[in-house]
């Protein structure tokens, strides 16, 4: 495929602004189409990115042949559902982690995937930081292997709000939103599936109506294993940290940053063209359309992931 390929994104919040901030640097790319819930809003995000067409429903841009692939920024229970639209309408699809917060939705995703021949993607971001790219090429180099991952997953979000501080109409999840970018990112490191998981959570929020603290346990194959921590009442600092402990060093990856166990500074700007995690994922997604062939965080090889996550669900109850 050598002519531009033509997007539709779905989401104009924090998120969907993330990946039309990437775009812009991308070659070949052209986002034609924006649809989100506040029309006025749409059109004004879309104004600032030159995007011609503007809707409330996502079946609109499906209708436009012109649109070759989605990309999906909109709320967790929608992401199988709509990911699915995508696939049924001849759409190429990235859909924002998670895929879904129902196993069988996934595991429909993939098989429609499949039956389709549609590259069907799902933004596991963490394995395109340059940070955790460089660990990831330590590894597979024989340089480096991980005994245990220490991850905190830390917000302060004790109201429906987004990445902006703008208030969200829908509730985010600890387990299938934020504990999956650990699942997946653990057992693409240690190249090994996770065959003990455990899980417990703190109290549920009396209106928000989620845990807002958990804490799971994982083990891979190879016996490397992982400590994650999840909360919605940190009062900062804010976000994701891995620590990884292995054989020959210590890292610890704060987004595309990266550091040693001493805190110094690991200069990871020449692991990629772009030190933006969310503009390397987009990258391999268009990458595989013109190339034809799967691309890293394909649905099919993120879907063990979610079924650990179903796993864990069910301990909680």
Same mark, same amino acid.
């Given at each position: 495929?050598?002519?531009?390929?033509?997007?539709?994104?779905?989401?104009?919040?924090?998120?969907?602004?993330?990946?039309?901030?990437?775009?812009?640097?991308?070659?070949?790319?052209?986002?034609?189409?924006?649809?989100?819930?506040?029309?006025?809003?749409?059109?004004?995000?879309?104004?600032?990115?030159?995007?011609?067409?503007?809707?409330?429903?996502?079946?609109?841009?499906?209708?436009?042949?012109?649109?070759?692939?989605?990309?999906?920024?909109?709320?967790?229970?929608?992401?199988?559902?709509?990911?699915?639209?995508?696939?049924?309408?001849?759409?190429?699809?990235?859909?924002?982690?998670?895929?879904? !917060?129902?196993?069988?939705?996934?595991?429909?995703?993939?098989?429609?995937?499949?039956?389709?021949?549609?590259?069907?993607?799902?933004?596991?971001?963490?394995?395109?930081?340059?940070?955790?790219?460089?660990?990831?090429?330590?590894?597979?180099?024989?340089?480096?292997?991980?005994?245990?991952?220490?991850?905190?997953?830390?917000?302060?979000?004790?109201?429906?709000?987004?990445?902006?501080?703008?208030?969200?109409?829908?509730?985010?999840?600890?387990?299938?939103?934020?504990?999956?970018?650990?699942?997946?990112?653990?057992?693409?490191?240690?190249?090994?599936?996770?065959?003990?998981?455990?899980?417990?959570?703190?109290?549920?929020?009396?209106?928000?109506?989620?845990?807002?603290?958990?804490?799971?346990?994982?083990?891979?194959?190879?016996?490397?294993?992982?400590?994650?921590?999840?909360?919605?009442?940190?009062?900062?600092?804010?976000?994701?940290?891995?620590?990884?402990?292995?054989?020959?060093?210590?890292?610890?990856?704060?987004?595309? !940053?990266?550091?040693?166990?001493?805190?110094?500074?690991?200069?990871?700007?020449?692991? !990629?063209?772009?030190?933006?995690?969310?503009?390397?994922?987009?990258?391999?997604?268009?990458?595989?359309?013109?190339?034809?062939?799967?691309?890293?965080?394909?649905?099919?090889?993120?879907?063990?992931?979610?079924?650990?996550?179903?796993?864990?669900?069910?301990?909680?109850?």
């Amino acid at each position: 495929m050598s002519k531009t390929i033509k997007v539709a994104l779905a989401g104009a919040g924090a998120f969907g602004i993330k990946h039309l901030d990437g775009i812009r640097n991308i070659d070949g790319v052209e986002v034609v189409s924006l649809i989100s819930r506040d029309l006025d809003k749409t059109r004004e995000v879309a104004a600032k990115y030159g995007i011609g067409h503007v809707s409330t429903e996502l079946e609109d841009a499906l209708a436009l042949p012109e649109v070759d692939a989605v990309i999906l920024c909109t709320p967790t229970q929608m992401h199988a559902d709509q990911a699915l639209a995508c696939l049924k309408a001849g759409k190429h699809v990235q859909v924002e982690i998670p895929l879904c !917060d129902i196993l069988a939705e996934g595991e429909e995703v993939v098989r429609v995937a499949n039956e389709t021949g549609r590259v069907a993607m799902c933004g596991h971001t963490r394995r395109f930081n340059p940070s955790h790219q460089w660990v990831h090429k330590k590894i597979e180099a024989g340089e480096f292997n991980i005994q245990q991952m220490d991850v905190q997953t830390y917000f302060f979000r004790r109201t429906n709000m987004n990445a902006l501080g703008q208030p969200r109409s829908w509730t985010d999840h600890l387990l299938w939103h934020h504990a999956a970018h650990t699942v997946d990112l653990f057992a693409y490191q240690c190249g090994s599936p996770i065959v003990k998981a455990n899980a417990i959570q703190g109290p549920i929020h009396p209106t928000l109506g989620i845990a807002m603290d958990m804490s799971i346990q994982l083990q891979a194959a190879n016996g490397a294993i992982c400590t994650l921590s999840l909360s919605f009442n940190n009062d900062g600092p804010l976000g994701t940290f891995f620590r990884y402990i292995g054989d020959t060093g210590t890292y610890i990856a704060r987004y595309d !940053d990266l550091f040693n166990g001493k805190e110094e500074k690991i200069d990871v700007s020449q692991v !990629d063209v772009s030190m933006n995690g969310i503009e390397l994922q987009d990258r391999e997604f268009f990458a595989a359309i013109k190339e034809g062939r799967q691309p890293n965080s394909s649905v099919a090889s993120v879907l063990p992931c979610y079924q650990v996550l179903h796993q864990l669900e069910q301990q909680l109850g």
